[in-house]
């Protein structure tokens, strides 16, 4: 019945290798692609169904308890001093963007085996926590300790 799932995640990986490693500056697609390609193909696969609602928990605190690590360094701004974190801004969007949709993919197999409804809104609730924590992480710590957000 998912025959086609299994095929589609594994030909997303191989575009993903494509890009990461033909194209230059495609990394930026390739490591997403293959990141979600191969928990496609893990969770397409009938013998890994089991646990897929726990795993897609722990894959959601995973990328919160990393989101929160790296933004650690916000807490340590001068009063008064003015930051642009751009890359970290897109690595912070990049990985919960991943987390959405790894967690998607993880709670799609837990819906598919007739598994438990509870971890998987537990899961996407985590999922879409990852992509806004840092933004508002980072306003709100701009309020408590005083540094000011360049334009």
Do not use: E
């Not at 799932?5 to 930026?28: E, K, M, Q, S």
């Not at 897609?56 to 690590?69: E, M, R």
């Not at 197999?109 to 992509?131: D, I, K, Q, Y």
Request: charged fraction near 10%; charge should be positive; hydrophobic fraction near 60%.
């Amino acid at each position: 019945m998912f025959r086609w799932l299994r095929w589609g995640f594994a030909i997303t990986y191989v575009v993903g290798i494509a890009l990461t490693y033909a194209v230059p500056l495609a990394g930026f697609f390739g490591v997403p692609l293959l990141f979600v390609a191969a928990f496609g193909c893990t969770i397409a696969h009938p013998a890994t169904q089991k646990g897929l609602d726990r795993l897609a928990v722990a894959v959601a605190i995973g990328t919160n308890l990393f989101i929160l690590s790296i933004s650690l360094w916000l807490f340590w701004v001068p009063r008064g001093a003015y930051i642009r974190p751009m890359a970290w801004n897109a690595l912070v969007l990049l990985v919960g963007a991943a987390c959405i949709l790894v967690v998607g993919i993880l709670v799609l197999g837990v819906f598919r085996r007739g598994g438990r409804s509870g971890w998987a809104v537990l899961a996407l609730t985590l999922a879409v926590v990852s992509f806004l924590l840092g933004p508002v992480l980072m306003h709100t710590t701009a309020l408590l300790r005083g540094f000011k957000l360049a334009d």
